[in-house]
């Protein structure tokens, strides 16, 4: 059943990455994305990590996509579209990088098939702090604890970056235009 | 909880899907059928009476005439998006209603069932995702009906659902703080333990949540995507017959999964009030009523009339709600578009953040002064929640009614004016 279900998300998480990229129109790419985040938040659901899984859908396909959809809607980038990857050096590059990536993850794989994958004591650990603390308080409880530094950092460079974007976009807005 | 082995749990399931499903899909048919009929009650009219005693058979007939009807397809629309359209509305609309417990549980010969699809152990964060998800069907058919009208109410409604789900999950947020949890199930057990319903403790998390769902929905106050006084019908101007039907399922669904959160997350969802033989909830995997003196779990035995019982609670407390949001629909006019900003972004979101604040200010207070997590936790969150709802009523209220009309306030410009300067 799990296994049925591995290769559904599997199948359409990659295709849909597949579709990302070959996609002549921008909208359908974004679509095929939003299919392909959905999917990996599926193999997160049957990881059994389904906080992550609902934050993936929350965050990336419910918000990031959706501000994605404004802007290609709202630019009219719907009909145009120019390859980005010309052949040439870019593309050479692109293989290399590509290449690269699949073979550090050849290379972690098989690291972790020789020592068996996951640690079975940690995998134990988190079972027992879903059990208490339910599956949002077992993240939740570490992250506003031990990593809470860390953690509140992150949201400041945040919101630098959202700071930053504001003040590089404010001058457009000027021209008399509505903001609300 | 699952005590059957896979094959029950796969059959048990299936069973509660075709079930849950069914019973939504009439029920959204039938809020069809009221929505005509309370609104001709409330105008002075009949409404639809001739089909079938009092009109009952009118969705039958609705349902056939929309199937059999003529299905358009603009000649400029790009036609994979303008049938994808309809089909991403209504699949969030149907499936948020799994995480929604609907009655105790139930025995069987066989095990105890559970009276939900999926309790997931995320409840509400499953929730909030596959609303969010839902903006993809109102703004794709939109955009892909070529119609500049429906462009506009695809993305009203898009930027529309984007600012409320801020205000939504903010406003859950503080039902989430009292009940410790994120399941449907262990809201629900919170209320019966905390002896009231969070409608009280949480009142203005309450009032923040159904004005936000109401625009999550798109229904009057809020129905900006297709205000037909400006934008024709938006979203679904160019859509007709069963295409068209099904934007209207989706949104009765999601009014009636809205209905049914309220009535989950604030007002006891199954629990039958004043009566505490109810009672009852997972604690390490079996099934109890509570905690003697000794602080013993006292186990707890279902019946099915206890089912029953909290079933009917259940649906009443629902069908309130749904009445509500017809009601509100044939009552109140609809707001201008950035007044629907202006509400979403600068009253909803900072008052929730501060009450967030205020509701965990006070629980630790409570939890520090030793105060056990019943009757009288519930008391104290109440006055301060009540304080703090009739301040953000006093504030929101624009010194109409509380403070009298005679004092307006001086030098307070609608944003449309300041704007058109």
Redesign the interface.
């Known amino acids: 059943?799990t296994w049925i279900l591995f290769i559904l998300f599997s199948v359409v998480a990659t295709g849909g990455a597949v579709g990302v990229v070959t996609g002549r129109n921008p909208?359908a790419s974004l679509?095929f994305m939003?299919a392909t985040l959905a999917s990996v938040?599926g193999i997160y659901v049957l990881l059994e990590a389904?906080?992550l899984?609902?934050?993936q859908?929350?965050v990336y396909?419910?918000?990031i996509m959706?501000?994605f959809?404004?802007v290609i809607?709202?630019l009219n980038l719907?009909h145009d579209y120019q390859a980005d990857v010309k052949y040439g050096l870019w593309f050479l590059l692109a293989f290399v990088v590509a290449g690269l990536t699949a073979g550090a993850l050849t290379m972690g794989f098989s690291d972790a098939e020789a020592t068996g994958f996951g640690d079975v004591a940690a995998g134990e650990a988190i079972d027992a702090a879903?059990l208490e603390k339910?599956?949002?308080?077992a993240i939740a409880d570490p992250l506003f604890t031990d990593y809470v530094v860390a953690f509140e950092l992150t949201g400041l460079l945040l919101l630098v970056a959202v700071v930053a974007a504001v003040a590089l976009a404010k001058p457009r807005n000027r021209r008399g235009t509505?903001a609300? | 909880m699952n005590h059957f082995s896979?094959f029950w749990f796969v059959v048990i399931g299936a069973i509660k899907v075709l079930a849950v499903f069914t019973v939504l899909m009439v029920v959204v048919a039938y809020m069809t059928f009221a929505e005509r009929r309370v609104s001709a009650f409330i105008q002075d009219r009949l409404g639809p009476n001739r089909v079938g005693p009092q009109g009952l058979l009118q969705p039958i007939a609705d349902g056939i005439k929309n199937i059999l009807k003529e299905e358009t397809m603009p000649a400029t629309a790009s036609k994979f998006?303008f049938l994808?359209g309809p089909a991403l509305a209504i699949t969030p609309a149907l499936v948020t209603f799994a995480v929604i417990p609907f009655a105790a549980p139930l025995p069987t010969p066989w095990g105890t069932v559970d009276m939900i699809v999926a309790d997931?152990?995320?409840g509400v964060?499953?929730i909030?995702?596959?609303s969010?998800?839902g903006?993809?069907g109102l703004?794709?058919g939109g955009?892909a009906s070529n119609n500049k009208y429906a462009?506009l109410g695809g993305?009203r409604a898009?930027?529309q659902m984007?600012s409320y789900?801020v205000a939504l999950g903010l406003s859950l947020v503080a039902v989430l703080l009292l009940s410790g949890?994120?399941?449907l199930t262990?809201v629900v057990a919170k209320q019966q333990a905390l002896e009231f319903w969070f409608v009280f403790p949480l009142s203005l998390a309450f009032i923040f949540f159904m004005v936000s769902a109401f625009a999550e929905t798109n229904r009057l106050p809020f129905d900006m995507p297709e205000a037909e006084s400006e934008l024709v019908t938006g979203y679904h101007t160019e859509y007709s017959a069963m295409k068209f039907s099904m934007f209207f399922i989706a949104e009765y669904a999601h009014v009636v999964t809205a209905s049914a959160l309220m009535a989950t997350l604030f007002f006891g969802g199954w629990d039958v009030p004043f009566w505490t033989g109810d009672d009852m909830f997972y604690h390490q995997g079996a099934l109890i009523r509570g905690f003697d003196a000794a602080g013993a779990p006292i186990p707890a035995t279902p019946t099915v009339l206890v089912t029953l019982l909290t079933l009917a609670s259940f649906c009443a407390k629902t069908a309130f709600f749904l009445l509500l949001f017809i009601w509100v629909r044939w009552t109140l006019p609809r707001f201008r578009y950035?007044q629907v900003?202006?509400l979403g972004w600068k009253v909803l979101l900072p008052a929730a953040l501060i009450y967030i604040m205020l509701v965990a200010g006070t629980m630790l207070v409570l939890d520090q002064l030793g105060v056990p997590f019943g009757f009288r936790y519930g008391l104290a969150l109440t006055g301060v929640s009540g304080l703090a709802t009739l301040a953000f009523l006093f504030v929101a209220d624009r010194d109409r009614i509380i403070g009298g009309a005679h004092k307006k306030r001086a030098g307070r410009r609608l944003?449309a004016e300041t704007?058109a300067s």
Do not use: Q
């Open positions: 059943m909208v679509l939003v938040a389904h906080f899984a609902a934050v859908v929350i396909a419910g918000a959706v501000l959809l404004f809607m709202l719907g879903v339910g599956a949002v308080g509505d609300g | 896979t998006y994808l997931v152990p995320i964060l499953y909030l995702a596959l969010s998800l903006v993809y703004v794709l955009w462009f993305l898009s930027a984007v789900e949890n994120v399941t262990e950035d900003m202006h944003p704007s």
